[in-house]
């Protein structure tokens, strides 16, 4: 019984230094994960700024459109930002309409756009905090 104890406890001891970072290798492996990560992430942050003025101009030309239209028509970009939980930039905007006749229409939406696929979503102001605030939540903080 002395031997099979004694033989248990050379084995859990050298299995044991077997899992033992000895030369710090792990935390340098991880320390350069997290760089390169952050590189990553900075290099993406600086990609969607590109898609900042073809936005932009988007805009500009559906409210030449709109202005026909409507009596009143403002669209303004918000931000934009990259999504680690989507890999996409994503544009988040909002705009106001109003036309004057006999029934006065007046809308307000806030939109978020992903600008790798143009893909919209629409919101009203009745779901802002039902949806517009925790898609943005999943989209940055995810």
Excluded: G, H
């Excluded at 031997?3 to 050298?14: D, G, N, Q, V």
């Excluded at 492996?29 to 760089?35: G, R, W």
């Excluded at 893909?119 to 995810?142: A, C, G, I, M, S």
Aim: aromatic content about 16%; glycine content about 0%.
């Amino acid at each position: 019984m002395k031997k099979i104890f004694i033989l248990w406890i050379i084995l859990s001891l050298l299995l044991s230094s077997c899992s033992i970072d000895w030369n710090d290798e792990k935390d340098k492996k991880i320390s350069e994960l997290e760089k390169q990560i952050q590189n990553d992430t900075f290099k993406k942050k600086q990609e969607c700024e590109k898609y900042k003025d073809k936005f932009e101009d988007k805009l500009e030309k559906k409210s030449k459109e709109r202005d026909l239209i409507y009596d009143l028509y403002y669209e303004n970009l918000n931000e934009i930002f990259y999504s680690n939980s989507k890999s996409s930039c994503f544009a988040v905007s909002s705009f106001s309409q109003v036309k004057f006749d006999k029934e006065s229409l007046n809308e307000e939406w806030f939109i978020i756009t992903d600008l790798l696929t143009w893909d919209v979503t629409r919101y009203t102001k009745d779901d802002l905090f039902k949806y517009y605030y925790p898609k943005l939540k999943e989209l940055k903080w995810k």
